[in-house]
């Protein structure tokens, strides 16, 4: 009997051994993977769809804001209802004041770093009596307006876009558009008008959280003359930086809500991709919200800052 035929693994039939087919399959699978096109060949088809979301994104923006008109005069119940939701908060939120409870805690501790830092570094150069112009000058034209919007950002923001994904993907949108409900306006219009109209109580208690947090710091705690802070602070105490504050924060309101809605309103996925929406909401709505203190400041203020150093 020859060598081939004492071999187990030599099959006469065919004419090869038992393992050589196992390295002919994976041969012949690797020659059939297909191979992953380059960065390169795939950079068009990225960019047409990146441009085709911000279009989409554009159109349900002016959609939204342009109903602003017609969900007041349709639906005023529900704007009604959406401002003591947000303002207050429902349930076990409502206890400690809902969003008014988290932007006034946020800006009292910013107002107190504003007294802990100006006192300190003023007192290093001998001019510590000037920690009231920095709180007049800081909290106004950034610290309050920018905090204020990124709490909004964080609670009603958030809030908004989980409410909204949660009708998306159970349906209730498609069944508000079936029962002839126009879903941009009663959604979305209805959210816009109330984010910025809560905004207005919310931002003056941020403002007078964080003079109470700076004053109270300088005062009490470094034992600054009262006298000496009010003198400072009411001396560089503009009228018109606390107009254009507030226009700031009302601009970062609607900002937000609109970033905000639109991501709540196209959720995909389930609760997987409405938990994403939210966070790619709130990353998109802080850039908003720096973007549009950033313009503010400089279209106001300019190079120089309108601002003379007096008294």
């Not at 004492?6 to 059939?32: I, L």
């Not at 306006?185 to 816009?192: D, Q, V």
Request: charge should be negative; include cysteine; aromatic fraction near 10%.
């Amino acid at each position: 009997m020859s060598d081939a035929a004492s071999d187990p693994t030599w099959f006469p039939v065919r004419g090869y051994r038992a393992g050589d087919q196992g390295d002919r399959d994976t041969s012949e699978a690797a020659s059939e993977t297909p191979t992953e096109p380059s960065w390169f060949a795939t950079l068009g088809p990225r960019l047409v769809a990146y441009i085709r979301q911000l279009g989409e994104q554009t159109a349900f923006y002016g959609q939204s804001l342009a109903a602003t008109g017609d969900a007041i005069r349709r639906y005023p119940g529900e704007v009604l209802r959406l401002i003591a939701d947000m303002g207050m908060g429902t349930g076990a939120l409502a206890v400690i004041g809902g969003t008014v409870g988290i932007i006034g805690f946020l800006t009292l501790t910013t107002g107190a770093l504003v007294a802990v830092q100006g006192y300190d570094t003023l007192s290093n150069i001998g001019v510590e009596a000037l920690t009231g112009f920095l709180s007049a000058f800081f909290n106004v034209r950034m610290i309050a307006p920018c905090t204020a919007g990124v709490a909004l950002a964080a609670t009603i923001g958030a809030g908004t876009t989980a409410q909204l994904g949660a009708m998306r993907i159970n349906e209730e949108i498609d069944a508000l558009e079936v029962m002839g409900i126009r879903s941009i306006t009663y959604l979305a219009s209805t959210r816009i008008i109330a984010g910025v109209l809560v905004v207005i109580p919310l931002y003056a208690v941020a403002v007078l959280m964080s003079f109470f947090a700076a004053k109270f710091g300088t005062i009490y705690i470094y034992g600054q003359s009262r006298g000496v802070y009010e003198h400072y602070f009411s001396t560089f105490l503009r009228p018109t930086d606390l107009f254009w504050s507030f226009l700031a924060a009302l601009t970062m309101a609607a900002g937000v809500m609109v970033v905000h809605t639109y991501y709540g309103f196209t959720a995909t996925g389930g609760p997987a991709g409405v938990g994403e929406a939210v966070g790619r909401s709130v990353r998109s709505s802080m850039i908003v919200t720096a973007f549009v203190c950033l313009l503010i400041s400089l279209s106001i203020y300019g190079q120089s800052g309108n601002f003379n150093l007096s008294g």
